[in-house]
């Protein structure tokens, strides 16, 4: 019987590609979705800005953007930015991995990969 040290996931190049372009997969849809939110959150914020009684609408937008941030727009923008390079950056991991090699992760590089992601399980 082997003893093992910690916590280590072996993982193939064609695995390791598979699942990191999933991610980009991901974070490209997460920021065309919120990018579609954009437009109706300004004209909101604008309806608001013009009659602010109407507060109310905040309530029917479907994102947290109206009424959880100082800067609604911005923060948007900011989350939109995000998943663009989080997509670009899991693109590039995948597209550079070594050929027929064995990557070796520990549980840390695991989540910074976002290879086990709760939020989507």
Do not use: C
Request: aromatic content about 6%; proline content about 2%.
């Amino acid at each position: 019987m082997h003893q093992i040290e910690g916590f280590k996931l072996h993982i193939e190049t064609a695995e390791m590609a598979k699942l990191l372009h999933a991610r980009a997969d991901y974070h490209t849809r997460r920021a065309a979705t919120k990018e579609a939110e954009l437009p109706q959150l300004k004209a909101l914020l604008e309806r608001i800005k013009a009659n602010p009684e109407d507060r109310q609408a905040l309530k029917a937008f479907n994102g947290s953007y109206a009424t959880q941030e100082a800067d609604p727009i911005g923060s948007l923008e900011r989350d939109i930015r995000n998943h663009k390079a989080r997509a670009v950056k899991f693109d590039f991991y995948a597209t550079h991995l070594a050929s027929n090699a064995t990557y070796v992760l520990d549980g840390g590089e695991a989540s910074r990969l976002e290879l086990l992601n709760e939020e989507e399980v």
